[in-house]
C-alpha cells in the first residue's frame, strides 16, 4: 500500500513528467502521435490511431479542426510540465469528454527553459522560460482554443506567479505562426536548466526536480533533507506558501 503522501510526494517529485519525444494531438483524454503536420490546412494533418494513419479531422470531427483552421487559439509553449499528457488530463479533468490540444515540437532561439524560484501548491519546484542571448531550447507549444486558454491561465495563477512572454518559435507547422507566449516566471529562475529540455549554449547545468528542491532548501537556509522539505510542504499548505513566497524574494543566486 502507498500512503497517499508518498503519492504526493511521487508526483511532486515526478515534474515536469513524461511525454512523447514528437508532436502529439490530446483529445479527450487520449494521446495520438502526429506522423504529418506538413499540410496547410490543420484537418489535413496526419495521427497514428490503432495502428494506422488517419487525418486528424476524421478524428476530432470537421467542426473542431475549423476551430484552428481559423486561427481561432492561443500558442502557448509548454516549459514544463503543459507538454505532459499526464498534467494536461489533470488540468481539463472536467471536460476530458471535449478538449483539443495539439502540443507540437519547436525551438526557441536566445531562451532557456530553467527552473524558477517557485513552489507549485502541489509541492514541485516550477519551469520558467528565460532570456539567453545565443542559447536555444527545443520545447513544446501548445494551441489552446479559447475555454482551453482561459483554464490553463488560471492554472498558472496569471498576473501573481507568472505573465506572459512574447517569443518567436523556430521549426513550427507551416500554417502556425512563429509568434506565441510563454508563462515567465514573475519571481525570475534559479541557475538549473531543466532537464528533459534540450539546450545549446545553456548558461547552467542540467538538473532534476531533486536538484531544484535542494538549491531551494539552501536558498532559504534550511537544514534539512529534500525528503524532509517535501514532505512537509506536501502536508501543510500554509507552511508550503510561506516558503514559496521567500524563495521568491530570494536574490542571492549567482
Known amino acids: 500500500m502507498i500512503s497517499d503522501q508518498n503519492l504526493r510526494m511521487q508526483w511532486a517529485l515526478a515534474y515536469p513528467f513524461a511525454r512523447p519525444q514528437s508532436s502529439f494531438l490530446f483529445v479527450d483524454?487520449?494521446?495520438l502521435l502526429l506522423t504529418d503536420t506538413g499540410a496547410e490546412r490543420f484537418g489535413d494533418w496526419r495521427a497514428h490511431y490503432r495502428n494506422q494513419e488517419a487525418k486528424v479531422r476524421d478524428l476530432i470531427g470537421e467542426e473542431r479542426a475549423k476551430v484552428f483552421e481559423r486561427g481561432d487559439y492561443h500558442a502557448v509553449v509548454a516549459v514544463g510540465s503543459n507538454a505532459a499528457p499526464?498534467?494536461?488530463?489533470?488540468?481539463y479533468q472536467s471536460r476530458l469528454d471535449n478538449v483539443v490540444v495539439p502540443v507540437l515540437r519547436v525551438t526557441l532561439p536566445d531562451h532557456i527553459i530553467a527552473?524558477?524560484?517557485?513552489?507549485a501548491a502541489y509541492g514541485s519546484i516550477g519551469a520558467t522560460i528565460a532570456e539567453h542571448e545565443g542559447a536555444s531550447v527545443k520545447a513544446y507549444?501548445?494551441?489552446l482554443g479559447p475555454d482551453e486558454f482561459e483554464v490553463m491561465n488560471g492554472t498558472e495563477?496569471?498576473?501573481?506567479t507568472y505573465d506572459h512572454h512574447d517569443v518567436t518559435?523556430?521549426?513550427a507547422p507551416a500554417c502556425v505562426p512563429a509568434g506565441m507566449v510563454a508563462y515567465r516566471s514573475l519571481a525570475g529562475h534559479m541557475p538549473l536548466l531543466v532537464e528533459g529540455f534540450e539546450h545549446e549554449h545553456g548558461p547552467h547545468p542540467y538538473g532534476g526536480q531533486w536538484?531544484?528542491?535542494q538549491m531551494a532548501i539552501d536558498a532559504l537556509g534550511l537544514h534539512m533533507s529534500v525528503d524532509q522539505f517535501l514532505a512537509e510542504n506536501v502536508a501543510d499548505p500554509e507552511m508550503a506558501k510561506e516558503?514559496?513566497?521567500r524563495l521568491a524574494a530570494f536574490s542571492g543566486f549567482a
Open 141 to 143: 507549444a501548445t494551441l
Open 211 to 213: 536538484e531544484a528542491q
Open 115 to 119: 527552473f524558477g524560484k517557485h513552489l
Open 243 to 245: 516558503r514559496d513566497r
Open 157 to 160: 495563477n496569471l498576473g501573481e
Open 29 to 31: 483524454g487520449h494521446t
Open 169 to 171: 518559435v523556430a521549426d
Open 86 to 91: 499526464v498534467q494536461l488530463r489533470r488540468k
